[in-house]
């Protein structure tokens, strides 16, 4: 029981699909006997979305002060926000961005402190979240702010995991801020990221090109040749298996996406749609950070708030991924603490601390 992992859950614009997709996925009281789930949000919320899923199996929460006093096969609820809070399903409103703010405070600082294993979010409103103290354009760059580190998005799925050179900038904007040590930085990143967080020992890494036709030698754009192609040439004489730069279009098309364990693109749009297009519910991995934080690959979907609509298997996705990535830290941690201990065993030979050479026994 004490190996259970508390996953904390927020619930994201209250206007959104969040409560009925949190709803929906602990409805089916097994995944309890999974993991100690702690959600961090307002029982009002989950009270009002409750009436709205009458033919639903209701789900009992126990509210708790923090993730500490989480009970096991159990759904606890931080309370987070005002007590009144007024839910207008498919309406924006600076009240569900409110509550999305403070439930993801709340979830951020006791993942701080270690109360939680993990961190999965609910979708926000990104312009109904800002106020004077939360100015950021998107989850990504909270946590970046929060748990200070340079975050890599990756979108990933049984087909595919794409990471993006730039994340929230406009078109107009990616080439200027696109430079060799960025884009060596995220490759090492992404490389990284498939090691330890995914076990992949030797990851294969295709970086996508920037503009059509990969340039087309320089008539339809210089960064592959000055930017792009340097980058991809420093980081596989380091020692990556970085391959590219690849035309986007025919990358996809080709089905050659599949021959590698990651792709890099270079801003959102270009990695999301065809990811989004071939993998129907995947996940949202914040990359490189300390802790680790997944969600769902959709928005707050206005459009069916509030309906029973909404598919909940990208969130549960998400669940088990974050689950996924926290053991496999743990493990990659575990081996590469005692390497030669490991390794004579993955060999058949079972050896003692009193085998290994002096400088392995200091702890």
Known sequence: MSKRLKIGITQGDTNGVGWEIILKIFADNRLQEMFTPVVYG?????AFYQKRLSDMEPVKFVVVESAERAQHSRVNLVECGKKELQVTPGKPSKAGGEAAAA?????????????????????????????EEFTYTGHTEFLAKELDGAPLMIMTSELMRVGLATIH??????????????????????????REDFGIVRPKVAVLALNP?????????KEEE???????????????????????DGFFASGSFKHYDAILAMYHDQG????????????????????????????????????????????????????????????????????LEHFEREKGRDISIKDLPEAEHND
């Open 169 to 194: 900038v406009p078109v107009a904007e990616v080439a200027n801020h696109l430079s060799k040590e960025l884009i060596v930085e995220r490759i090492n990143q992404i490389n990284s990221s498939m």
């Open 103 to 131: 439930a993801l405070r709340k979830a951020i600082d006791e993942l701080k402190e270690g109360a939680i294993d993990a961190l999965v979010t609910a979708p926000i409103d990104k312009e109904m979240i800002q106020s």
């Open 213 to 221: 036709h990969a340039g087309d030698g320089g008539l339809l754009g």
């Open 226 to 248: 000055e930017i792009i192609k340097p980058a991809i040439v420093e980081a596989y004489e380091a020692g990556v298996l970085a391959f590219g730069p690849f035309a986007a």
């Open 272 to 339: 999301l749609a065809p990811f989004k297009t071939l993998t129907p519910n995947g996940v949202n991995f914040t990359a490189s950070l300390a802790e680790v934080r997944t969600s769902p690959d959709h928005g707050v979907a206005y459009d069916i708030a509030g309906k029973g609509m909404a598919d909940e298997q990208s969130m549960r996705n998400a669940i088990y991924e974050a689950m996924d990535i926290v053991r496999r830290r743990r493990e990659w941690e575990e081996w590469n603490a005692r390497p």
């Open 42 to 46: 307002s029982s009002a919320a989950a």
